[in-house]
């Protein structure tokens, strides 16, 4: 009687993992049949005998297994078992991209997160461009400048989208800095002192395996709005204490360093040099800081020689630096401020976001001769 109990209860028990592995799984009929245990126990059934799985992760890797050697499983089995979360919540993490791509990229390499991995930054390459191509018409007047000074080199890029509110978004000034420690990298191996990036020259910066370009088209995808890396410029000065470089940016509420990179939407670079060893040096910083802002407001086109240049007669139209009023004491000009501080300026960059750039209005002289000439 005992023994006819163990034997029905064995058979129910054969019967339940039958009716489970076909209810949750939706198994057809083949050489191999996943029969769950529990939440956490699986076997696969096959012609050379049970194989037990205790976790869900190593269920997927041998559905997949057996789906791609042609095991007669169907797709719809691999769906119904869900992604492992801690997985899933790794990828998220460590990509940035939506749960549904994540769970959609998983489910695709069987959770192997390298290849998942992989599978989303190209299709995010792809759709940003695809994206960055129908959105290319639209004005992009909005964005940040962003400069990163170094020992003895200084970068600054401007980023350009079209809205404030994108501007002021995480990812966005996130990629700023990525991009300024891009350009950075690059210029480090330049021998010159001084370099400027028009938009296609900076965009095709190879970094690791994507053009800066790339990076950009990508972001376009993810935030969804027009994105463009405009131009860049460096500064370097030589490892001695004879040139020193200053830097200013001018930013707004919300805008703030984002690590060692500062961004806002005007910004200027300067290099400095004192005319005597004498000059102490908290004196040439307060110098290089002084000027940049200096730069940065009052918008001079040139660093001016008094043997050979001539103050304007108007003094609000001077462009000329060293014979402009001094932004912070109006007493004085640049020019004596430099003398009384014993320093020169050797080179300086002033940005400010969504200037119009005189190359870009050449271009657009020439498209319009170009159409006049030909209607």
Same mark, same amino acid.
């Given at each position: 009687m005992k023994e006819e109990r163990k034997k029905e209860r064995k058979g129910n028990k054969k019967e339940k993992r039958k009716k489970e592995s076909i209810t949750?799984?939706?198994?057809?009929?083949?050489?191999?049949? #996943? #029969?769950?245990?529990?939440?956490?126990?699986?076997?696969?059934?096959?012609?050379?005998?049970?194989?037990?799985i205790t976790t869900r992760t190593s269920l997927m890797a041998k559905a997949m297994q057996l789906l791609y050697q042609g095991q007669l499983f169907h797709s719809s089995c691999l769906r119904a078992a869900s992604v492992d979360k801690k997985l899933l919540s790794a990828l998220r993490k460590k990509t940035?991209?939506?749960?549904?791509?994540?769970?959609?990229?998983?489910?695709?390499?069987?959770?192997?997160?390298?290849?998942?991995?992989?599978?989303?930054?190209?299709?995010?390459?792809?759709?940003?461009?695809?994206?960055?191509?129908?959105?290319?018409?639209?004005?992009?007047?909005?964005?940040?400048?962003?400069?990163?000074?170094?020992?003895?080199?200084?970068?600054?890029? !401007?980023?350009?989208? !079209?809205?404030?509110?994108v501007a002021r978004n995480e990812k966005f000034q996130e990629l700023v800095k990525n991009l300024s420690t891009c350009?950075?990298?690059?210029?480090?191996?330049?021998?010159?002192?001084?370099?400027l990036l028009n938009k296609e020259q900076v965009n095709q910066i190879v970094h690791g395996s994507n053009t800066l370009g790339d990076?950009?088209?990508?972001?376009?995808?993810?935030?969804? !709005?027009?994105?463009a890396l405009r131009r860049a410029a460096y500064l370097q000065t030589a490892l001695s204490p004879s040139t020193w470089l200053g830097s200013y940016v001018h930013s707004t509420q919300g805008l703030a360093k984002v690590t060692d990179c500062a961004v806002g939407k005007f910004a200027a670079i300067v290099t400095i040099k004192p005319t005597s060893d004498e000059v102490p040096e908290q004196n040439v910083v307060e110098a290089g800081q002084r000027l940049a802002q200096h730069i940065v407001g009052m918008n001079p086109?040139?660093?001016?020689?008094?043997?050979?240049?001539?103050?304007?007669?108007?003094?609000?139209?001077?462009?000329?630096?060293?014979?402009?009023?001094?932004?912070?004491?109006?007493?004085?000009?640049?020019?004596?401020?430099?003398?009384?501080?014993? #320093?020169?300026?050797?080179?300086?960059?002033?940005f400010e976001c969504g200037e119009v750039l005189a190359e870009e209005e050449s271009n657009k002289e020439t498209v319009a001769t170009a159409a006049a000439s030909s209607s």
């Open positions: 949750v799984f939706n198994i057809l009929t083949g050489p191999h049949r #996943i #029969i769950v245990v529990s939440s956490n126990r699986y076997f696969v059934d096959s012609p050379k005998g049970e194989m037990l940035g991209f939506t749960f549904v791509n994540c769970k959609k990229a998983l489910e695709k390499f069987g959770s192997d997160i390298e290849q998942a991995e992989a599978w989303l930054k190209e299709q995010a390459q792809k759709e940003g461009w695809q994206k960055a191509l129908k959105l290319q018409g639209r004005q992009m007047s909005q964005g940040l400048v962003a400069v990163m000074l170094r020992e003895n080199s200084a970068t600054m890029i !401007e980023l350009n989208c !079209e809205t404030d509110f350009c950075q990298d690059y210029f480090n191996n330049s021998a010159q002192n001084k370099t990076k950009v088209a990508k972001e376009v995808g993810n935030i969804g !709005e027009n994105m086109t040139k660093v001016g020689n008094p043997d050979c240049d001539e103050p304007h007669a108007d003094k609000d139209q001077e462009n000329v630096l060293i014979f402009q009023e001094f932004l912070l004491d109006s007493s004085k000009t640049v020019g004596q401020y430099l003398s009384d501080m014993s #320093i020169t300026v050797q080179d300086f960059v002033r």
